[in-house]
């Protein structure tokens, strides 16, 4: 059963660091996109980052370029985002999803695309 649990959610000062961890199971980790959405309070989930199923392509929104990282260890079947330079607009609960694809190099930041989600974790940042 493919599962996605999400860690590393906190508060945090603005212009602080965070690290969001998406940890995967159940499936066959190497074909599969992972994506971090967030979620504000009274907004649709938008897509922040993606990387790709090889690791070797990545996507970001505009909002979050030069400032967040998307990264993911094979070994250990995780996605890990970097977030510096905080702001307190980045404040929503992150999901972790994961999108099958026979592309390797293939990202997307559409939520459409990915059918398997976590449970998110929640980024509070304070101004």
């Known amino acids: 059963q493919l599962q996605l649990v999400e860690s590393g959610g906190a508060l945090a000062q603005s212009g602080g660091s965070l690290r969001l961890s998406c940890s995967a199971s159940?499936?066959?980790?190497?074909?599969?996109?992972i994506g971090w959405f967030p979620q504000a309070p009274g907004n649709e989930r938008e897509g922040s980052s993606c990387?790709?199923?090889?690791?070797?392509?990545?996507n970001y929104a505009d909002s979050v370029k030069g400032r967040f990282t998307i990264s993911r260890d094979h070994a250990k079947n995780t996605v890990y985002l970097q977030m510096n330079s905080l702001k307190p607009e980045d404040t929503a609960v992150y999901y972790c999803?994961?999108?099958?694809?026979?592309?390797?190099?293939?990202?997307?930041?559409?939520?459409?695309?990915?059918?398997?989600w976590g449970q998110g974790t929640q980024v509070t940042v304070s101004s």
């Open positions: 999803a994961a999108a099958l694809t026979s592309m390797s190099s293939m990202t997307s930041l559409s939520p459409s695309r990915f059918r398997s």
């Open positions: 990387i790709s199923s090889n690791g070797g392509s990545t």
């Open positions: 159940g499936f066959t980790f190497h074909n599969y996109a």
